[in-house]
């Protein structure tokens, strides 16, 4: 008999558990304009890449649905871009070693994919996610979901009150090497309600990387062959 009541203490704990972690989610999907951003195919944002020194270049990053995406720009006077085609991602960059096109490291393909989302990140794995609470991040409580697949293992920090995804920590969970990167937004725009990041960084060891968002282009469409792996350089 108290096995039997502890159980259904459980199942009821376990319940409301869930209907939290469901009405947090729903806030967070209208705070970032979900709805409105499942009507848009591509997007095209300008802006600046800000490298280690803090020096701004201007580069364009394209978006298409259903995760390809372009970042590609001018670096000292030479072109660079870094694409991933919904399989293969590749870049060419004059700050690596050889001025060619090569396949992308996993540091690369990891910021690369983890750049930009129409809306919110969440939301593809809105399904699959497993809600952890309030957790601690740089001395504040956010609620936390994770959301752990064959690929990657990710922790998305949702602020308590206004209900905005303001940090990402994305492990690799493939390979030899493993990767963590922690990304950061720190301040959105909105376009009639749907939530743009200002600018996004990625911080890991040895590495800091920042794309600046300035102007925004919806729907502007976007051929297949701009993510396409060039057949030389």
Request: aromatic letters at 16%; charged letters at 25%.
């Amino acid at each position: 008999m108290r096995f039997f009541l502890l159980l259904i203490c459980c199942t009821i704990a376990s319940l409301g558990y869930s209907q939290e972690a469901e009405e947090i989610l729903q806030e967070h999907f209208e705070a970032h304009g979900q709805k409105q951003w499942e009507e848009i195919r591509t997007v095209e944002i300008s802006g600046k890449l800000v490298d280690e020194r803090y020096y701004g270049f201007p580069m364009i990053l394209t978006y298409k649905r259903p995760g390809k995406i372009r970042i590609a720009g001018v670096y000292e006077n030479k072109r660079f871009a870094q694409a991933y085609d919904g399989t293969v991602a590749w870049s060419i960059a004059p700050w690596k070693k050889q001025y060619q096109v090569e396949t992308a490291t996993a540091s690369e393909e990891l910021i690369l994919r983890n750049s930009y989302t129409p809306g919110s990140p969440l939301y593809p794995y809105r399904e699959h996610l497993q809600f952890e609470g309030l957790r601690d991040m740089e001395g504040v409580l956010y609620y936390a979901f994770t959301m752990a697949e064959e690929a990657y293992l990710k922790t998305y920090f949702i602020d308590t009150e206004n209900y905005r995804l303001y940090y990402e920590q994305i492990q690799t969970r493939f390979g030899s090497q493993n990767l963590s990167m922690l990304k950061v937004i720190d301040k959105y725009k909105s376009y009639g309600g749907m939530l743009i990041p200002t600018a996004v960084r990625f911080e890991a060891d040895q590495l800091e990387w920042e794309l600046v968002f300035d102007e925004v282009l919806l729907g502007v469409g976007a051929n297949d062959k701009l993510f396409a792996r060039p057949e030389s350089q």
